[in-house]
């Protein structure tokens, strides 16, 4: 853990959003143009540190699934959302814990004309979508239905 610290504090200071949201904006906004032109629809699907950077690109995306998303501010850039969005969440997440879940719950039903999910593993941790052990039973189930959803919600609004 000692020497694992150090190459985060790194990593966190070369992609924080000063240096990222541009990158990032400026691909989707290159991506939505060129959909536009031939009629194309742009998904985006983000984990973890990309989880907030998905929610972020509702202005240049038609649909959004956002994996235990880190550092997302709520309710500001929930309530921001334009896009059909599908959240999926655990809930023994230490990093968007569950009072900050049924925030997000909540916003998203007063949109009513907006088609959102929240959807909440039980038992999962923080990164299950992508790091959860598929040699436990229970780890495996969160990190396979979890790939599910994101699958059926671009399938619904990407198609």
């Not at 541009?22 to 984990?47: C, D, H, S, W, Y």
């Not at 235990?68 to 959240?87: C, M, N």
């Not at 038992?123 to 299950?128: A, I, V």
């Amino acid at each position: 853990m000692f020497f694992v610290f150090p190459r985060f504090l790194v990593w966190f200071w070369t992609h924080r959003q000063g240096v990222s949201l541009p990158i990032i904006t400026e691909f989707f906004k290159g991506l939505r143009e060129q959909e536009n032109a031939v009629g194309g629809k742009v998904g985006v699907a983000g984990f973890c540190w990309g989880g907030r950077y998905a929610v972020l690109m509702h202005p240049y995306v038609d649909a959004i699934y956002a994996a235990h998303p880190s550092f997302l501010q709520v309710p500001s850039e929930v309530e921001a959302v334009t896009k059909p969005i599908s959240f999926a969440l655990g809930d023994k997440d230490v990093v968007l814990r569950m009072a900050q879940v049924e925030k997000i719950r909540g916003i998203l039903k007063k949109k009513e004309q907006l088609d959102s999910e929240v959807i909440v593993y039980e038992g999962m941790e923080h990164s299950f979508a992508v790091r959860g052990n598929p040699e436990i039973e229970a780890a495996k189930k969160g990190l396979e239905d979890s790939e599910t959803q994101c699958v059926e919600w671009f399938t619904k609004h990407l198609n």
